[in-house]
Structures are given as C-alpha cells and as structure tokens.
C-alpha cells in the first residue's frame, strides 16, 4: 500500500527540508534511492522507493548499502545536483508528486518525485522543465532526456479527505521491544512498516524468497552431486573393465553366436561371470569397449574428483550466502544479496560466447565449437590478439587479449596452451603440437566451414596436459553469459 496525499504531506511537514543541503546520494537498488541532508545540527536520509506496492518517501536511519556497481542515474545525479541548496520541497495540490526546488551554483532544477504505485518516477529537470535524466525512462509518457515534464491537472477527487494512517501497532510492537520508551515520528513509523510490512523491501517478503530461491538452488546442485558420486562408483570400477576386456579376448573361444552374454569362469578367482555383450561384434571388437571404458575412466578419475570437490564448495557457498540473508536485519541490503542469485538470465548481458580466463591481469577467451570460434574472430578479438590452435586435430579457438606494451608471459601462455589441447580432440592423447599466431596473420577460407582459417607468420608450441594448472584455470573460469 503506498502513502496517500495526506501522509506525503505529514512527512514532508516533518523532514523540514528546506534550506537543507543534498551532501551525498546513494542508489543501492534500481527502484530505491537516498539522499544525504544537511541543515544545521539536522542532518538526514531522505528515502524515496519507487517499488509498486511500496512507493514512499521517509526518513531514514537504516544504514544505506552501496550497490555493488554505481548505478547510472546515481552517477548524473551526483554530477549535477551534490552539494545543492534545497529551496523548497512541496507535494503539488494533492497530486502525490513532490517537487525539489534545486539551486547549483549559477543552476536551479526540479526534482520531481511521482509516487504512484504503478507508474512512480524520480525525475531530474531543468528550471523549465526540460528533462535531464529520469530513473526510469518511459518514451511512451515522453519521460526521456530533453521531453518535457508535465504535471497533472488536479482530479475532481483532489478534495477528497484521504485517512492518515495512525500505525498504533508499529509504536506498541517499539514499546515491547525497547527499554527505553519514546514517540515514534511518522517518518520513523512508515520506515518500520514498509520495512517489515511491505510487500516489496520486507524482511519477511524477502526471507519467503530467500527460502524459494535456497530451497530451488542447493536442491538441483545436490542432485548434480549425487550424479557425479554415482558416476564417480563407475570409474572407480575401472580395472574391472579391463579384466571384463581381458575375460572375453580368452574365452572368444566360446563366444555366442546371438547371445547378449558372455558365461565363462574368471581366470583368477574361478568363480562363474557373466559378461554382456554385443552380439553383433566380434570379440575383439566387444573387448575394446570394456578397454575404452576402463581408459576413460582412468583418465577422468581425477577431473571427476575435482568436479566433485568443486560441488561440495558451491554448496557451502550457497549455505553461507543464505544464512548471511536471514541474519541480515537491514532489508536492503537483503533484497541486494538475493539479487545477485535471482537475476533472470536473459537480462544479464552477454559480452561473448565461449569460457574466459582471467588471469593475473590476461584475459583469455575460448570458442568451444565452430561456431564460437567464428563468432569470436569475427567479432570480440582484434588483430593484435594472440591466437592458439592445435595442430592436426579439430578443437577450440584460444585467444589472449593483447595489453598494449606488454609481451605475454611463458606461464600465461602455458595457460592458454593446456586450455587449447583441452577443449580439442587431442585431450584424450594428453598431449599435442600447437601453433599461435596473432590474429592479423589469419585469413577466412572463402566458403570454407565456419571458423576455418590459414594461418601465417605461426609459431610451433608443443603441450603435455598439466591437470594441477587446468584446476586452477577451472576455479577462476567464467561462462561468458555471466561476465
């Protein structure tokens, strides 16, 4: 429920802004921002929530947590109005608008303030109206920068007499829980409530979706576990495998004809097995896939163990992250750390397809498929960028991103070498000859398959896998849509 016209005039009666001086501004969310007022011996934080159901302007003294990255409409504020005189704050008639009258050294403006549940704004202007920047700009309502601001005219409701709510159950509920008794302001009773009350910046709305996202999160990262753990039972099944290969290469005497089982003794407990099989291979060809399995498990072991360590943390993580949430008081520094979990995919923005690296200062870029490797050389790397490949077998494309008067370092490119034999087909061998090159010295096949390229000017770079550097490389990856 958002403040009436009656109660936006009580709070501003109350904060007394005028002749006030805006010290600092904070935006710690996309629909919250504050201002930091000062008047002599009178400093204050002035809310102002945007957010449907909760759209507000209060007093505060919550402490305001930055947001993790400053936010743009924070950022024009701060350059042009920090540090102006507040003239004069008024809700025009009964409109729920409140309007800032501002002056700047030589520069006056108008900050307007709309709290309407479903279309609130906050929206700078110069002293003819013209915008400067809004905080939620609406080409349809011509709230962009240089539309002009109009106020609404008066409805035939503006007379009517609109209840101040009394929040008696907000100051019986601070007598309970404080020693020390006081009458609460207005301001202070509308902060609690919406802070606790609210549909939208509640402790309790909040701990309801940290509970949904907890719950939803650690329940499909602890069924990733589980697979890997059951997968883990295989490979530590290997050398059965290679003894199952071994059984059928001496008993392919008595290989069935149609059977999908192989019954013979086991050479080295003389106990009965029974092997299956495919009928319509020899038995050379059924050994070499039991020998298969036992390689690829062999091989895997390790990356698996790793993988599976890697879940475990990410599971802690998620464990401290919630409990930070629920023992976090301040519900906008809540609604900040859920935020972080919540963002819906298609919003966050993608800067390039593929893994990246980076790497003590190194950015390094892989394509995983045809497709990636094309788009990044078409797109997101430049001619001085150095590119890395394997010789003779099909895989990714490698990129490290130049640094202007730097030379790239053994160890960095070390990195990029174990990346590009391990996102090839070389990574079963383990090994594999390379070259690199930058990316000016590489030329499009005319009509060739996408991201097939000749090469020049390349050198020669031979790579045994090194798993304890590719670990390390795996705990700092990120996929590119997160970036």
């Known amino acids: 429920m958002s403040l009436n016209c009656n109660e936006i005039d009580l709070i501003l009666k109350e904060l007394d802004l005028d002749g006030s001086f805006i010290q600092d501004i904070i935006q710690p969310g996309f629909d ?3 201002f930091y007022t000062y008047k002599v011996q009178n400093a204050k934080t002035v809310l102002i929530c945007t957010s449907q159901n909760a759209v507000r302007i209060n007093e505060t003294r919550r402490k305001i947590v930055k947001n993790e990255k400053p936010l743009r409409f924070m950022e024009f504020l701060k350059s042009k109005i920090k540090g102006a005189r ?12 409140i309007k800032f009258s501002l002056s700047h050294c030589d520069s006056e403006y ?7 549940s479903n279309a609130s704004n906050v929206i700078l202007c110069d002293k003819n109206n013209v915008i400067l920047d809004s905080m939620f700009r609406r080409p ?3 709230e962009v920068t240089g539309g002009i601001f109009v106020i609404p005219e008066q409805s035939e409701n503006s007379e009517k007499v609109w209840p101040v709510r009394d929040f008696s159950m907000i100051q019986k509920e601070y007598d309970e829980s404080n020693s020390f008794k006081k009458i609460l302001s207005f301001n202070e009773k509308v902060d609690i409530w919406y802070s606790e009350h609210s549909s939208s910046l509640s402790r309790v709305s909040l701990l309801l979706q940290a509970e949904k996202w907890y719950t939803s999160v650690k329940s499909r990262m602890e069924k990733a ?7 883990l039972k295989d490979f530590k099944n290997a050398d059965k495998y290679r003894h199952q290969g071994d059984l059928i290469l001496s008993y392919s005497n008595l290989f069935p004809v149609s059977s999908k089982f192989l019954n013979c003794e086991d050479y080295e407990n003389g106990k009965s097995v029974q092997i299956l099989i495919d009928p319509e291979k020899n038995p050379y060809e059924n050994a070499q896939v039991y020998y298969e399995k036992y390689k690829k498990a062999k091989s895997g072991l390790d990356e698996l163990l790793h993988d599976i360590e890697l879940s475990k943390k990410q599971i802690q993580k998620i464990d401290s992250l919630y409990s930070e949430i629920i023992n976090e008081e301040n519900p906008i520094k809540m609604e900040q750390l859920l935020r ?9 923005k993608k800067n390039h397809p593929g893994l990246s690296y980076d790497v003590n200062g190194w950015y390094i870029i892989v394509g995983r498929d045809a497709n990636e490797n094309d788009e990044l050389l ?3 790397v430049k001619g001085s960028d150095l590119w890395l490949h394997t010789r003779d077998y099909p895989g990714g494309y490698v990129f490290i991103k130049n640094r202007p008067g730097k030379t790239v370092p053994l160890d960095i490119l070390l990195d990029a070498g ?3 034999v391990y996102y090839s087909k070389a990574r079963s061998s383990g090994k594999a000859d390379l070259y690199y090159t930058h990316v000016k010295h590489l030329r499009r096949i005319k009509d060739g398959p996408k991201g097939l390229v000749s090469v020049t000017q390349e050198k020669n770079l031979f790579i045994t896998l090194d798993k304890d550097r590719l670990k390390k490389l795996d705990a700092i990856r990120h996929d590119a849509d997160g970036l």
């Open 32 to 34: 919250t921002i504050c």
């Open 86 to 97: 507040i003239n004069c704050v008024n809700q025009i008639g009964k409109s729920r608008i």
């Open 110 to 116: 108008f900050l307007y303030a709309r709290l309407w």
């Open 140 to 142: 349809q309502k011509n």
């Open 225 to 231: 576990l589980f697979r890997l753990e059951e997968k």
């Open 340 to 348: 972080k979990d919540l963002k819906p995919k298609q919003q966050i």
């Open 378 to 380: 078409r797109h997101h």
């Open 418 to 420: 174990n990346l590009a």
